[in-house]
């Protein structure tokens, strides 16, 4: 039998629930442990049919949002129609520690904080927020991913649109804390492709809206972190001094790599 953890003759700071905690604690609220979190591509790139390929993401990538991203990517992964319509509410402290506001500032800056992340969310048109009159509540409502603004629905269930998983592990493991804003990009792309994804550096801002430059350092830092292997093959090129190219071709590895019809 397990013994319970006691708090006899410790201060409320010792025992107060940290950062990780919290995120565990309202990942798992759920009955059913969800594996993988839902997101649909047209989050990371629009359809080929889209007058521009860039969605939401490159807002994040050009704005330097690495805890906006991080923020939303959380939001996603705790909300559920079950609790709330795809909508979460939640003090403003336990959001903050939620989304490791709280690791860098006093309370107080944390919850500033929370209100300027999740303004820059609804100014994308990602979420709607609302404070609950009377309290310090935070009524998050998912909209749909693409930032048109329009209602939410769970991917993979009610709908057919193609979307990418993201498997618990970023967030049980801590990755998503670790990764820099390129990486966590790259990541996101690679989990929309096929196993031996080739990009050509040059078609980035084309495709994604970021630099060529960003991708590869956010693909370096995946490959160096060991989430992506990276193959490299030659290709015969008549005008090239040396007659070849070289690409490269990267495939995420477990448990990150592609599951089932994620990416229709």
Not at 116 to 130: A, D, P, S
């Amino acid at each position: 039998m397990n013994e319970q953890p006691s708090w006899e003759g410790l201060t409320a700071a010792e025992v107060a629930a940290d950062a990780a905690e919290t995120q565990r604690f309202l990942l798992n609220r759920k009955a059913q442990r969800r594996l993988h979190v839902p997101v649909r591509r047209d989050f990371v790139q629009l359809p080929p049919r889209s007058e521009s390929r860039h969605s939401v993401l490159a807002q994040f990538v050009r704005g330097r949002d690495v805890r906006g991203l991080r923020a939303y990517l959380f939001i996603i992964a705790i909300t559920s129609s079950d609790l709330d319509n795809w909508s979460t509410t939640l003090n403003s402290s336990v959001w903050a520690r939620a989304i490791g506001a709280t690791e860098t500032a006093e309370p107080a800056s944390a919850r500033a904080a929370v209100t300027k992340i999740f303004g820059r969310l609804h100014q994308r048109r990602l979420i709607t927020c609302t404070r609950l009159l009377g309290t310090h509540d935070i009524r998050v409502t998912l909209l749909r991913e693409d930032g048109k603004g329009g209602a939410y629905t769970r991917p993979g269930k009610e709908n057919r649109d193609p979307y990418l998983r993201i498997p618990r592990e970023l967030w049980d493991e801590r990755v998503i804390d670790d990764l820099g804003l390129p990486a966590l990009a790259m990541l996101l792309v690679l989990s929309c492709e096929r196993p031996g994804f080739e990009l050509p550096s040059e078609r980035t801002p084309e495709w994604y809206g970021w630099s060529a430059d960003t991708a590869e350092r956010g693909f370096k830092e995946l490959v160096d972190k060991g989430l992506v292997e990276v193959r490299k093959t030659f290709k015969s090129a008549p005008a090239s001094p040396r007659g070849y190219t070289h690409c490269n071709r990267y495939t995420l590895v477990a448990p990150y790599a592609h599951r089932g019809r994620a990416i229709q």
